[in-house]
DNA sequence: ATACTAAACTGGAATCATTCCACAATGAGG
DNA sequence: CCTCATTGTGGAATGATTCCAGTTTAGTAT
């Protein structure tokens, strides 16, 4: 799992000309520290409160967005959910689970491959992602249909 | 690409025990007439007025999420922008052009293993969904980078 | 056919994640 | 340590989606 750490973060920042704040160092110890949670902006911002003396609700998103545009990490979408961020920017799979909302990745045996893709369809492909929706291990055999 | 008609639907929600009327109707031909398009809520709305005297936005809302509950067609989410439906239920790519925002399906050539992930991750697999970002055929040449 | 009832529909209000905005604060190069 | 472009702030705006209380209707039973 290729997961960038704080140092190689703060290096990709400056390497995009990207200022470091106290606010995105926060953002960052939040994001590192809540890794296989996948957290979501709301989760990133009450853990990065606890680290920074000031931050807005609008600059984690803000700065999540930006952090997503320059590579540093991975925008997840969901239905009716907030968004989450993926710190694991290899080729995998997002394993949601419906019964209790946990995300664990699964890496990918054989990878799409973005030349076919490319020769049949035309389409050339910069960003993927998989999802998967099923039952975790904890929560296959669970009785009942809630969230 | 197996896409339902609308016999298949309607006796689809007969089997389900869903009443057939005529906003359900309305919809229907409004997804099938704009299959390719992978339209979305408010398109659908619009088709489906000119079909049925009277159909309402939260109509649209509530009869596109029965539908996807019961499998008639696929719910696609997207960030910034609304849900869209895929009534192509086969293992595919949504390819997602970066640039004009049309989707086109790729069918997969090797799909996921679910008995892999099971065995793997313990995670029982029930719905996937594969969605590529990039450009189309017609959007890679071009310059600049409006949406 | 006619009546009945649970399922559907309506439209306006409510929700909620996310973005926008005008102004204030601050990191980093000179 | 000055300067100013970049970043942060918080409150308001947005926009897709859901909720709700009341009305209509499909499909079954009479």
New binding site residues.
């Given amino acids: 799992m290729k997961t960038a750490g704080r140092q190689e973060l703060i290096a990709k920042l ?1 390497e995009k ?8 160092l926060a953002i960052i110890d939040a994001l590192l520290e809540n890794r296989l949670a996948h957290p ?3 989760l990133i911002f009450n853990e990065a409160r606890k680290k ?1 003396d ?10 999540l ?2 952090f997503s545009e320059n590579g540093l990490i991975r925008q997840l ?1 969901f ?5 989450r961020y993926d710190g694991n920017l290899s080729d995998h799979v997002n394993l949601v689970c419906k019964r209790c909302g946990r995300i664990q990745d699964w890496d990918l045996p054989a990878p799409l491959d973005a030349g076919d893709i490319r020769r049949e369809a035309g389409f050339v492909v910069t960003d993927s992602r998989i999802e998967c929706h099923g039952y975790c291990r904890d929560c296959v055999g669970e009785p009942g249909e809630s969230v």
């Fill in positions: 400056r000309g990207l200022k470091i704040t106290s606010q995105r979501g902006a709301t920074a000031r931050v807005s609700l609008s600059t984690v998103y803000a700065t967005k930006e979408e239905d009716r959910m907030e968004n």
